[in-house]
């Protein structure tokens, strides 16, 4: 009886124990919690108040202090808003109340930080590191809740909005502009899953921003997918200098949210009708745009053309029916001369140039292919026309440079030496979403003269200077900010990229800045451009011959959605090099035959003429 009543007693000590550490084990994340919520740092400059908050790196069980260009190597003060949490902070030995005031001396030094509870007991005991960014301004943004917009489910309504109150400061810390915000909500498609948010704002009255002109709608860009962060600024700029026409411009920023860092980003003019902007009567005018179909099912302004490219209207107001048909007439009105043998339309008799402006629609062919991108002719291509019956259709402005410069799901486009914009079937067959326009206009001879004139009078020389001078003016602007954007989105980050580049490896030990990858994207994209520009010179420079060799890849174990299909664009008489090599334990690689003659082809193969080659694996026969 005894010894049940001990056992007993020792079970139920165990339970109270165990009961105890949970509890303790609560209270310290419930006071952790509690303490990230509520604490501020408050700097105060001529009366201007900013508030900044703690960011916690969850691998490493340390905390960070995220600050703008200003702080960088410069001793500041910051008073501590405790709000309503209960504990005690101590920075450094030292107590510090509501109220009380915390000096940091910009140089990185790595504080110690506790939160005592009851009893002087411990609740947290780790470090605090400041860590300053340079040469950049940085826009603050204020909402109510900032938690609802940034979490709403999978983004299936990115209508959510919020309004807010936005600052903006230059990299010395002076103030450039204050405004309200009617609208601050989530944009984009891929992009606005990822962590890190691309946001667009609308601000109550007309302002220019940056050195940019004055406007409401503005976006700012996470380039979250991009570990250079530039691809989409040196094809705004590339757009801007080359095309005589609107191109929204972008410049580099940081982004606080509510007191909180959310790291590089780059502020864009928003793609509207409007003053500064795509300057057309929106009553007089119809402003369109190329869009994927599975994205323009539920818009109302839908539009599929007969070949099955898909359409939508921008408007603010409501498209009627009638407005639809007279635009898709339109449409397939262009798109029967494009795919008509002597370019003549069978629906209204006029040629292509009668249709369209070919000079826009060089121009943007131009920027297609000078960056790879791998939406080319399928989505985000704007078209704009007069209502007015014999008006011609304008391509522009250019848009969307996620996916460019090997940074692509699309292997194909991940091939600088091709005109990969030249490709229909740019997506596998049974996929609507087809490059159907752009590559039936390069098949134009009118059209091809006018790229080519174009790429070797505007467009070569500015895209060299971007690589020669550009891209490094760019990376020195961005490159203390980068590594704070890469060290604040480390857990997730390399995961958001379409591609990782050859040679990318994070140390498993190291400082904060381990996690810096700006180098070796950045040189990504130069490789890119420089053979981009090679080509492109032998092809319209050197008046070099090209064979075109199509490489099919349709074994099982490849995902097809991805189109594992390549072109290579092979200087006549010289050797196909670097062709690709697929396989699996159960599918070995036997090489690559000619579809025709069924020769077989590797690197080093002199190419002679126009060839299709398909792969052959041990264990697959294709039928």
Known sequence: MRGKVVRIWVLGSACLLLMLIL?????????EELFLANLKLTYTDEGQKIDFSLWKDEEEEKYYLFLPSWF?????????????????????????????????????????????????????????????????????VTVEDQEKLLNSEEFE?????????????????????????????????????????????????????????SA???????????????????????????????????????????????????????????ENRLEIS??????????????????ETQMITDRGQTFII??????????????????????????????????????????????????AWLVEELSGDHDAGITSQFLYASKEVDSLWYSGPVWDFDGIMTNVNTPMYAIPEALTTSIEMSRPEGDNNQNRWLAAMWK??????????????????????????????????????????????????LSWFFTIPEGLHIPEEGAYDKYDTLEICTEVVKDFMRRKLQFLDKLWIEDKEFCIVEVRNSAPFLNQGFNQTLYYWVERGTAIQNLPHYETEEYLFEGYYDKDSDELITDGFIIEYHRILKGHWTGWDEE
């Open 23 to 31: 509890y303790v084990s609560w209270r310290e994340i419930e006071h």
């Open 444 to 493: 134009n001879p009118k059209f091809q003269l006018i790229v080519e004139e174009k790429y070797q009078s505007v467009f070569r020389e500015n895209y060299r200077s971007i690589l020669e001078f550009g891209v490094n003016e760019y990376v020195n602007q961005i490159q203390r900010s980068a590594v704070l954007d890469a060290f604040k989105w480390h857990k997730d980050r």
């Open 72 to 140: 960088y190597q410069n001793e500041s003060e910051f008073q501590i808003c405790l709000n309503d949490f209960s504990g005690e902070v101590y920075i450094d030995g030292i107590k510090y109340s509501d109220g009380s005031y915390f000096r940091d001396d910009g140089c990185e030094a790595i504080h110690r930080l506790e939160i005592h509870g009851i009893l002087d007991s411990f609740y947290m005991d780790t470090t605090l590191q400041v860590l300053a960014s340079e040469q950049l301004p940085t826009i603050f």
């Open 314 to 363: 921008h408007s603010d107001v409501k498209v009627s029916e009638e407005e639809k048909a007279q635009v898709l007439y339109r449409l397939n009105d262009i798109e029967s001369a494009l795919f008509a043998e002597n370019g003549i339309s069978s629906v209204s008799g006029k040629s292509l140039e009668q249709l369209i402006d070919l000079e826009s629609f060089a121009e």
């Open 282 to 299: 929106p009553e007089d005018n119809w402003f369109i745009e190329m869009e994927l179909d599975f994205r323009a099912r539920d818009d």
């Open 157 to 213: 309504n990115k209508k959510y909005l919020e309004k807010g109150f936005m600052t903006m400061l230059d990299q010395k810390g002076n103030l450039l502009c204050q405004s309200n915000l009617s609208v601050f909500k989530v944009r984009g498609n891929l992009t606005s899953e990822l962590g890190k948010k691309p946001f667009t704002f609308t601000l109550e009255q007309p302002i220019g921003l940056l050195g940019m002109e």
């Open 216 to 274: 409401v709608k503005w976006n700012l860009l996470a380039n979250a997918t991009d570990g250079s962060h530039i691809r989409n600024k040196i094809i705004r700029d590339l757009a801007y200098k080359s095309i005589n026409a609107y191109e929204p411009q972008g410049e580099f920023a940081e982004l606080y949210l509510n007191g909180v860092y959310q790291g590089l980003y780059l502020l864009t003019e928003a793609v509207e009708i409007g």
